[in-house]
Structure formats: structure tokens, C-alpha cells
């Protein structure tokens, strides 16, 4: 076994489909399903299935799943180290994981004042979701993550440092020209005739829940792979969308927002390994802190310059 094969399974994995594996790895498609074949002649189990969506592991392909993702961390760091060092700059990279929302939203703005006070810090940014971001901790590929705790919340590990930055009201973003748009908060009962878009589980499972309580059920016609595509939905006026309101004022100029009536609500969470934490974890987790509080809810709905314009013609 190499770690071609090694990585070519994991990304197969991650991906959940051999032809984009094969994009992103730069090989043929045939060429990612022969190393994967390998390995399962290797093993003597399979370790993929194939289902309606793509391929996802089998149970056995899980458990090598999670070994061979720490395997090729260590192989990835391993490498950076001794380039780093070559290149005259022995220093410990910070890698730092996050959700979409907030790698788009309060991550960049605490690195920043991190990079600010503490001079040149040599990091990255990753992002994914909560589950995949502790897996990453866990097995030493991540220094730090910013998490949510949305269903199906996150495991307690001792191996963890976990800690609570506050609670995230979840809010409705709209394309520009909603009739509801910029207006005072909405129950949810006013947006059962809608359509909605969603881009995870997670997210989804906040809005069924909370139109549930309400005694209507919220339409999720449409799927995003991922938070632009869903953003891109809602803007084109095909659908709307619930979004973390710590997203604020990093949203395109091209949608709005209206505040909920008793939102729902996901708390966010810092994660760090016990063991051998990073020297600049702890200063950036206080400013962290600071970029969440400043981005929390309780002022006026997201309205960009051009919805004003836009309404009034």
C-alpha cells in the first residue's frame, strides 16, 4: 500500500464521488477506482459502496477512514516541516479550522488582529462541517476550530478543549425585492408558502424544527452544495434561506435579511487538542471572543446600499 492509494480513498471519501476525486487529485477516474481496488484486495473487505448520491465508505472503510486520514496528516506535516525549515522558516504552522459562516465571518476578522499583535504567524484556514472539523482536531491536522453545536450537535472528548463563545440567532435571507424584505421580524407562519434552500443537514434540521413548533412545515425544495451556491439561489429569487446570523455583514450585496420571531439557535464553539496546543491558540481564542461578540445579533437586518435602490424602482 502507498500513500497514493491512501489519499486517493480518503479523498473518495470526503468527496463523496470517484470522478470528482479524480478532478481534484488530477488522475482519471479510472485510475482512482484501481487504487481503491487495490486496497480492498489488500484488505480482503470492501471499503466503498456505491448508492444513489455517489460512494460513501463501508463500515470497514470508515474505520480506515479515520486511520489513514491521521497517516496522511502526519505525511502532509511532515512534509511542510522539512520545507519550512529549507526555506528558513522553522516555525509552527497555525491551522485553523472553521464552518463556512464563520470562516467567512468573525475567523477572518480575530486572525487578523491575531496577525496585528502577534507579528508573522505562518496559518491556514480550512473550512467544513462542525463533525468533519472535530475529526480533523482530534487527529492533529487541525491546531483550532470554530464549530457549531446545530444537530447533530458534537461528541464531549477528553482529548478536547472545548469552549462556548455564545449563541447564534439564526435569521432569513431573502433576494432583494422580497416583499418582506427589511422589515420588521417575522413569524415563521408568514413564510410557509415559501420555498426554501438549504446547503446541510445540519441547518436543515434547525428549520424543520423550528417551523415544527409552529405548527407549519417549511418547503426545502431546493439542495446548494455548499453556502455560495445557496446564497446564489436565494439572490436569483429562486428560494430563501435560513442563515447564521454571526454571517452579518459578510453577505453579498445582492440579498437581505428579516430577523425571526424567536429564532432558533446554535451555540458556537471553539475546539483545541489538550495535548501540545499551539502557542498562538490562546491569544486567538480571546480574539475570537471579541469577534463574536461585536458580530452578534440585535441591530437592523442586513440591508445592502443597492436594496434600497432597488425597492424604490
Excluded at 465508505?57 to 474505520?63: D, F, R
Excluded at 480533523?136 to 482529548?159: F, M, N
Aim: glycine content about 8%; hydrophobic content about 45%; charged content about 20%.
Amino acid at each position: 500500500m502507498t500513500l497514493t492509494s491512501w489519499r486517493a480513498f480518503v479523498t473518495v471519501c470526503r468527496l463523496g464521488s470517484l470522478s470528482a476525486a479524480a478532478d481534484e487529485l488530477g488522475y482519471t477516474q479510472s485510475a482512482v477506482s484501481r487504487q481503491i481496488a487495490g486496497l480492498e484486495r489488500e484488505f480482503g473487505v470492501p471499503l466503498v459502496e456505491r448508492h444513489a448520491r455517489g460512494v460513501r465508505p463501508t463500515p470497514a472503510g470508515e474505520v480506515f477512514r479515520r486511520h489513514a486520514t491521521a497517516a496522511l496528516t502526519e505525511a502532509d506535516r511532515a512534509v511542510r516541516a522539512v520545507r519550512d525549515l529549507r526555506d528558513g522558516a522553522p516555525v509552527r504552522r497555525l491551522a485553523v479550522g472553521a464552518t463556512p459562516s464563520l470562516a467567512a465571518g468573525i475567523v477572518p476578522v480575530a486572525i487578523r488582529r491575531l496577525l496585528d499583535t502577534a507579528g508573522t504567524v505562518l496559518w491556514s484556514l480550512s473550512p467544513g462541517l462542525s463533525l468533519e472539523l472535530y475529526d480533523r482536531v482530534v487527529s492533529g491536522d487541525l491546531d483550532l476550530a470554530v464549530v457549531t453545536d446545530a444537530p447533530p450537535g458534537l461528541p464531549d472528548d477528553p482529548r478536547l478543549e472545548r469552549r462556548f463563545l455564545g449563541m447564534d440567532e439564526m435569521v432569513v435571507v431573502l433576494p432583494l425585492g422580497h416583499p418582506l424584505a427589511g422589515g420588521a421580524p417575522v413569524r415563521v407562519q408568514a413564510l410557509a408558502d415559501q420555498t426554501w434552500v438549504e446547503d446541510n443537514e445540519g441547518s436543515a434540521a434547525l428549520l424543520r424544527q423550528h417551523a415544527a413548533r409552529a405548527g407549519v412545515t417549511a418547503r426545502i425544495d431546493l439542495a446548494a452544495a455548499d453556502l455560495p451556491g445557496k446564497l446564489a439561489l436565494v439572490a436569483a429569487g429562486h428560494a430563501i434561506a435560513l442563515m447564521p446570523g454571526v454571517l452579518g455583514g459578510a453577505l453579498r450585496t445582492d440579498v437581505t435579511t428579516v430577523a425571526l420571531v424567536d429564532p432558533p439557535t446554535r451555540g458556537i464553539h471553539t475546539l483545541t487538542p489538550r495535548r501540545d496546543p499551539h502557542p498562538c491558540s490562546a491569544p486567538l481564542l480571546d480574539l475570537l471572543v471579541t469577534a463574536f461578540g461585536a458580530s452578534r445579533p440585535g441591530r437592523p437586518a442586513h440591508r445592502p446600499a443597492e436594496a434600497g435602490a432597488h425597492e424604490r424602482d
